[in-house]
């Protein structure tokens, strides 16, 4: 009878030899195997940074106040997946629903920042006053070493140089490695909203989700983590250390 009462919670209790459910023992073995390909990716981005022969390069693109609120987003998805998990072991559909939306609406605001930083990067844009280069040897100083490579077309007669630059895959090292890393990154966020709103979904059917089926909401949740703190290292390998290299 027990075992009958197991199978029909979705095997809630079917543990292994390891005292862990077959199920979450499976999601720990993915994300242990997903932590070595993301530690293959980062290894790579940081064993190429500074190679790149031509730009741009991080400290040209990298916007850190705008990607700092992409981050705070991303992070707070992951409390309101706590109290998504807490609230259906209450037994509040109600609240679940509330926060498990809440949490993936998180999640598309994340990737929204996402396209937007991709599509700036693209259009990136090298922008000189050349009338204050001209007459303001301390001008130059406070360009990027990129943007001091088109000096020289600040000619006499040209007031301002604009000219795209944009960055993509194909421009140098860092863009291959960058848009590799944080492409996939954002192919596992997107999974996880995918994940998070089947939830939801399923929370207005019939037995869908229950407080005696919330192992479906903790491996979501042990996911959703995952690609929380996966994102904290990127940001701070990728974004921090790419824009101020002495910290």
């Not at 693209?122 to 001091?148: G, M, P, Q, S, W």
């Not at 421009?171 to 998070?196: E, P, Y």
């Not at 037995?207 to 909401?217: E, I, K, M, N, Q």
């Amino acid at each position: 009878m027990a075992h009958a009462e197991a199978a029909a919670h979705g095997g809630e209790h079917e543990e292994t030899s390891t005292g862990l459910n077959h199920r979450k023992l499976l999601m720990w073995a993915f994300l242990g195997s997903d932590c070595m390909f993301f530690g293959s990716l980062i290894a790579t981005y940081v064993v190429y940074f500074g190679r790149s022969k031509v730009g741009p390069f991080p400290e040209d693109v990298f916007s850190i106040p705008t990607t700092s609120v992409s981050t705070f987003v991303l992070l707070m998805s992951s409390m309101s997946m706590v109290l998504a998990y807490a609230a259906l072991n209450r037994g509040s559909i109600k609240g679940f629903r509330i926060w498990i939306a809440s949490t993936a609406i998180m999640g598309m605001t994340f990737l929204a920042f996402q396209v937007f930083e991709f599509t700036d990067f693209a259009n990136h844009e090298v922008h000189l006053d050349c009338v204050e280069i001209r007459t303001n040897e301390a001008a130059i100083e406070e360009l990027t070493d990129y943007e001091k490579t088109f000096v020289d077309e600040c000619v006499e007669g040209v007031d301002e140089f604009e000219e795209q630059h944009g960055l993509t895959p194909r421009t140098n090292l860092f863009g291959t490695t960058f848009f590799t890393l944080t492409g996939f990154h954002g192919a596992h966020v997107t999974l996880g909203v995918i994940w998070l709103l089947s939830l939801l979904f399923f929370s207005f059917t019939r037995g869908g989700v229950t407080p005696a089926r919330s192992l479906d909401v903790d491996l979501a949740a042990l996911y959703w983590h995952f690609v929380d703190v996966v994102w904290i290292v990127i940001f701070t390998v990728v974004y921090l250390f790419g824009v101020f290299p002495g910290i």
